[in-house]
């Protein structure tokens, strides 16, 4: 077993691309290279709340002196002496190019091997980088925890993501107008360990596309092809092809998981999406609970909700479209990027229509019209039912009869019982629809319940659970955090110690900041 500490380096970004030859930290427009080199800032009282022992124990490595990893994940001391950067990327934000951004509160501390596989180290709210603009570089802990959790909890779920392996409490204060509405206060300090293959996004590449810097653009697209789609072989036309190819079957693949377990990520501006179709940037997200394709928990974006719901699928097309855009300097043809774009929509339309169709335990997709499924989401949006319990609850019993299916709809609805009782008839036609269909595909009803419990989750990590998290964790008390983080570890599970956690949000929840409505900053 390998120490945490003692990973072997593997320092292909900083060796293979060019490095900002400016020294001095203080924000800039950087030009002409991938990144900068920057020290995080060291914080008053570093304390370790929470270890990702499980990913710990997936890289079969261990902890031989846990003082010194404080050292290292809360950036006082530097990971086997390797120095520490920031990456230069620019980026859509809410459909408007925004120029350079970058790395504004994160430095990758490390790049390793684990297992033999490329890994990166990332601190986030570890302090400022040339690319923070006005902000200060750190995070707070609300919006640390939130990181912290639903990185593991996605992990779980079999959702495509960045992991996170540390949790670390800073000991200073940070300034923070949580809604942006007028009313900074101070707020506790804390750092995330996050780790991925990569953390390149669409945005590293547009960066210098926008810029004209071709040579580099063909720098990284190479790297990135040679450490992460090797199977692609070498550069040229063809393989950008389908490299291009590739990243938008992982953004698709992605969206999919979203869709399925009810994740909206809230920002999902060119610069938060993966070039390895991983979720990346755990900031204003929130959970389904009362199905709501318009729904967005984002305050700002709460105005024409763009990254709501029901537009995720459309709004990862629209960045792949920018990341055409970006690779076409090195392609220097429209028509075999538009042709890859255009097979998206039907790519995705069967994708999801699959796993819906699991979902509710039809393993003939072929045989289920689409409009079967749409009557489905628009009885759930009418009848205001919580996703995750619904489609849990339709998986421990099918087919015991309308009066059975009906306390489902009653168990699982916000509404009251006359608004719900509107709906009874559409959902009886559809509930025998449904049962026929069951019925035709003669599925053994053991073997249908179970599968139909590893596509559906009996617990996520909704926003009033991270919530009661932080209210605890900023009273000193972590022992949420670390409860919800042993739960998540085995969403599909029954759990019954863990009962109490599968619930609908409670009353208290529906407009309470932190629940309904988050901030870029959360």
């Not at 779980?156 to 000991?171: D, I, M, Q, Y």
Request: glycine share 6%; aromatic share 12%; with cysteine.
């Amino acid at each position: 077993m390998q120490d945490l500490l003692k990973l072997d380096i593997h320092a292909i970004f900083t060796e293979e691309l060019p490095a900002d030859s400016n020294l001095v930290n203080y924000p800039r427009q950087v030009e002409g290279v991938c990144y900068s080199w920057v020290d995080p800032k060291t914080p008053s009282q570093p304390q370790m709340l929470h270890l990702s022992q499980t990913l710990v124990d997936e890289w079969k490595a261990g902890i031989s002196d846990s003082e010194e990893l404080l050292k290292v994940m809360s950036g006082t001391k530097r990971y086997q002496g390797f120095q520490p950067y920031a990456m230069c990327y620019g980026g859509h934000q809410f459909g408007h190019w925004a120029g350079q951004l970058g790395d504004g509160r994160a430095i990758n501390i490390a790049d390793v091997l684990v297992q033999g596989q490329p890994m990166q180290l990332q601190l986030k709210g570890a302090g400022p980088t040339p690319y923070s603009r006005t902000a200060d570089g750190f995070a707070v802990l609300r919006s640390s925890i939130r990181e912290y959790l639903c990185s593991e909890a996605m992990h779980h779920l079999g959702v495509p993501t960045t992991r996170a392996l540390s949790l670390v409490k800073t000991g200073d204060l940070v300034m923070r107008d949580m809604l942006y509405n007028g009313n900074p206060a101070e707020e506790q300090g804390a750092i995330v360990c996050r780790v991925a293959p990569s953390f390149i996004r669409f945005g590293n590449f547009q960066i210098f596309a926008a810029r004209g810097e071709k040579e580099i653009l063909k720098q990284l697209v190479d790297h990135t092809i040679a450490h992460h789609y090797a199977h692609l072989g070498s550069p040229s036309k063809e393989t950008y092809l389908a490299f291009f190819q590739e990243v938008l079957d992982k953004t698709k693949n992605m969206i999919v998981h979203w869709q399925r377990v009810g994740f909206v990520h809230g920002v999902m501006n060119t610069d938060n999406l993966s070039i390895l179709g991983l979720t990346i940037d755990y900031g204003p997200y929130g959970w389904l609970e009362d199905y709501n394709p318009g729904w967005t928990p984002n305050t700002t974006d709460a105005q024409h909700s763009r990254y709501r719901f029901g537009n995720q699928p459309n709004i990862a097309v629209w960045n792949l479209v920018q990341l055409a855009n970006a690779l076409y300097p090195l392609i220097e043809e429209v028509e075999p990027l538009q042709a890859i774009l255009d097979g998206y929509k039907d790519a995705y339309m069967r994708d999801y229509h699959a796993m819906m169709t699991a979902k509710l335990g039809l393993y003939h997709a072929d045989q289920v019209e689409e409009n079967f499924i749409n009557q489905l989401t628009e009885l759930m949006t009418d009848t205001e039912l919580d996703m995750t319990i619904f489609f849990r609850e339709l998986s421990t019993q099918i087919d015991l009869g309308f009066d059975a299916f009906w306390k489902i709809v009653e168990k699982t609805s916000y509404m009251d019982g006359a608004a719900m009782n509107q709906n009874k008839v559409k959902w009886q036609t559809w509930y025998l629809d449904y049962v026929a269909r069951i019925t035709k595909e003669d599925f053994d009803s053991i073997a249908r319940q179970q599968k139909m419990q590893t596509i559906n989750p009996k617990y996520v990590l909704r926003n009033y659970m991270a919530q009661l998290a932080i209210d605890a964790a900023n009273k000193g008390d972590y022992t949420v955090v670390d409860e919800l983080y042993q739960l998540l570890l085995k969403p599909y599970d029954e759990q019954p110690s863990y009962e109490k956690w599968y619930a609908k949000r409670p009353e208290w929840a529906r407009t309470k900041v932190g629940c309904s409505m988050l901030s870029c900053s959360s």
